[in-house]
Every structure is written in structure tokens, then in C-alpha cells.
């Protein structure tokens, strides 16, 4: 596709990301990655045409997954704004957040738990009072606010807060198997005042339930752009095997991504969660089909940390999980239950 933003996407994979990849992975991603991204246009990318998203999310993640799950989060704050009725908010961190000089995290998966809210929103005369935990916030050491969701009654209340800089904040990182590079921290709230300027907006909790369930239910560009790296990279062995292996799979690959996104931007098809649901399984058993192939040609090396192909088999196990709802999850074993051999 001759888009400037995937032309962008794919330089840079080439030329920063995927050479430093196996690096960032262990020492963190580095602030100056985001701001190459900035400087090619690939932070304000919000109103982007689908497809041309679709594809600078899989170049990136596959090149680079911690720097793409990092700058992946800083896309929902910049909507968010957008679509906040706060002009005052909008006027001081829209126009940085567009440019890529303040980068933005986000907190919201402890809005899919059931039972009682992880994280409260508390009205207190002309200020809200928050309280509770967020057991996954990426970007801690990175980002320079962070737009988090809270719970108030049946409501979700959008606030953008410079969290490391505020009095009550407690925060601890998380020993990630995979993309421990993403700055990924437990972080606690407890009596944060927030003043009403910093608040974006309020919904249903439910319609926001309902517009994330539809969400997940599709399978992630990211998980495309992983599984395609891993084949690239075993069709460049040199035995026969390997790249008879590669083709099979690239031919699957093929045939799942066009399913997936057929499926996706079919408005009539909007119901078809179950189907949606398993092609995304089946998404997700090729990217670990794809990403052990490569571990067992690389052998022994591949259980080295600046091994590319251990890296991305513990990227495809990161993304299996990550957006996990039930319905995710129960496919997921579905799948994997048909894959199972039969007993003799």
C-alpha cells in the first residue's frame, strides 16, 4: 500500500525498530523511539483510513512489539479528547498530544472485571476523589499523562492526569514474561483529587462494555504483523523444509487476514460475534504455530534473549491475552481444543 504513513511505518521498522528490537525488549523502550515516530507524522494517525492503520500497526508490531504496545496506548487518550466536550482540555493537550510532544498512557481494563469497580470516581464539591487499583498500566516511566477511566455508579469517568507527578499515587512494576519493555506497572490510587478542568467526559458504563466487547471480538492488526515477521524470518533459512513450512503457513495467513477484515468492516455482519470471535482464535493459534516454527529451526540460539525468535514467540503469548474478555477466551480454547489430535 503507498500510503505516506505506511511508507513511514516501514522505514522505520527498518531502520530503528526491528534492528534494535531484541534490545528494547530487555532495556525498555526508549523515549527517542516515540519521538521518531512523531517526527514521521505516526502519532496523530486517529483519522487514518482503516486499511492504512491496519497496516502501519502490523509493520510496527511485528518490527518492534514493546514500541508498538506503547504507542499503541497513546491513541486512545488522543480520541478520547477528541470527543470530550472539556474545550478547555481540549485546548491545552490536544495540539501536543497530535504532535507527538506529550505522550499519553492509558488505564481501562479494570473496566471489563466484573463485580465490584477496581478503581472508583467520587464527586467532592468542584473536585472528584479517586480511589482503588489499576493492575496494568503501561508507560509508567514513559508517558507524560495518562487518560484512566473510573467507575461512578453506573457510569465511566474519563480523567487525563499526570499520575507519577501526584500526591496518593503508588506504583510498582510487573515482572512481564513478554514485553516487559513496555514500562508496565500495578499502580495504586488512593484519595487522588482531581479537579473538574481535568475531566474529559462521563458514558454508560454499559455502552462503553458493549463497544469494547465489539472490539475485541476481531483479531488485532498487531497479531497479523507478528505471525508475517516470524515467516519472513523462517523463509530466509536455507533449508527446504523451512521454507516449504513458511509458504504453508504464509498461504493461511493470507486467508485468515482476509477473512478477519472482511468480516470486521461488513456492517451487516455485526452480530456475527461467534464467527468473528473464531477467526480471531484462529489468528492467534497461527501467530504460536508460526512463532514456534521459528523457534525450532533457530534450536538452541533461539533461547538466547537476543534471539529474535524467542522474543516473538513470547510477543504471540502476550497478544493471545491481551484484550481477553470470557468470550475471547472461551474461543480461544475452543480452538485449541479442535487442533488436538484425536485419541486412538
Known sequence: MDHPAVEAARRLADELLRPHAERVDVAGVPRSHLDALADAGLMAVTDLPLPVMREVTETLAGADASTWF????????????????????????????????????????????????????????????????????????????????????????????????????????LGLAAMAGTSTFRVRLDNVRVPARDVALAEPLSSWRASDAAKTADVSPAVFGVTGEALRRLRERSDP?????????????????????????????????????????????LALRATTALVTVGAGRAML?????????RVALFLLVQGQTADVREATLRGLAQQAPARQ
Open 305 to 313: 534473549l537476543d534471539s529474535a525468535a524467542q522474543r516473538l514467540a
Open 70 to 173: 506503547v504507542w499503541s496506548q497513546h491513541h486512545t487518550p488522543v480520541r478520547t479528547v477528541r470527543r470530550c466536550d472539556n474545550t478547555d482540555l481540549q485546548d491545552r493537550v490536544l495540539a501536543p498530544l497530535l504532535a507527538g510532544t506529550t505522550l499519553a498512557g492509558v488505564a481501562f481494563t479494570h473496566l471489563r472485571r466484573p463485580g465490584p469497580p477496581a478503581l472508583t470516581a467520587t464527586p467532592d464539591g468542584d473536585i472528584w476523589r479517586l480511589d482503588g487499583d489499576i493492575a496494568w498500566l503501561t508507560s509508567w516511566q514513559l508517558a507524560d499523562i495518562f487518560c484512566v477511566g473510573a467507575q461512578h455508579e453506573d457510569d465511566v469517568v474519563w480523567m487525563l492526569l499526570p499520575l507519577r507527578d501526584i500526591e496518593g499515587v503508588e506504583a510498582e512494576p
Open 241 to 285: 523444509v523451512s521454507g516449504a513450512v513458511a509458504e504453508e503457513l504464509h498461504e493461511e495467513l493470507g486467508r485468515l487476514r482476509t477473512a478477519a477484515y472482511s468480516l470486521a468492516d461488513d456492517a451487516a455482519a455485526a452480530d456475527r460475534v461467534d464467527d468473528r470471535l473464531r477467526l480471531r482464535a484462529q489468528a492467534h493459534l
